[in-house]
């Protein structure tokens, strides 16, 4: 395997460059969950992209320049649907770009493969909501009167999206 092009969104910011840079000066990027609360979690500290939203605006603003235009539309119509609520869209959209144009690829290379890692977080907080009693997930509330945690991200919602707003193919 040859690979032509890198792309990356983690806790040292948007860019493989940034990723690089952080990683050659021995820097942590762990830090505080700032995202939501997590005064009731065991866990309180986690590598965090920093972006309070993710949605098209913030997409566009990291996309090469040579793929706004042909993005745009579709990356509106994403978030206007709702699949940009899911972070990780946007940050596989984000790296899948950045790739896509290290590797020197254009529209004729719709059929060149994108290898993609991502996290694979599947419920909001919010969904434990109807389960929450004295600052705790009560899993044995989940019923029909509290109602069911729905995981609503499926597995491969960054991979199709990145798909979809790239026009690949293959």
């Known amino acids: 395997a040859v690979i032509t092009g890198v792309g990356s969104v983690c806790a040292f910011g948007s860019g493989i460059a940034v990723l ?12 505080p969950i700032r995202q939501f609360s997590t005064t009731h979690l065991a866990v309180q ?34 978030q206007a649907s709702g699949a940009l609520r899911d972070r990780k869209v946007g940050f596989a959209l984000v790296a899948a ?27 909001y907080p919010e ?14 509330l989940e019923s029909a009167d509290a109602g069911a945690v729905r995981m609503r ?5 960054a991979g199709r999206a990145v798909r979809q707003l790239l026009r690949l193919r293959g």
């Open 97 to 123: 770009a950045e790739a896509w144009t290290m590797a020197g690829l254009g529209a004729a290379d719709r059929d060149a493969p994108v290898i993609l890692a991502h996290g694979l977080e599947r419920g």
């Open 127 to 140: 969904d434990f909501a109807p389960l929450l009693r004295d600052a705790r997930v009560q899993w044995a």
């Open 45 to 78: 500290f986690a590598g965090e992209v920093s972006a309070q939203a993710i949605d098209a605006q913030w997409i566009l603003a990291r996309l090469p320049a040579a793929l706004r235009a042909d993005v745009e539309p579709r990356l509106r119509a994403h």
């Open 20 to 31: 690089w840079q952080g990683l050659a000066e021995g820097r942590a990027a762990v830090g």
């Open 153 to 157: 991200t499926p597995v491969d919602a």
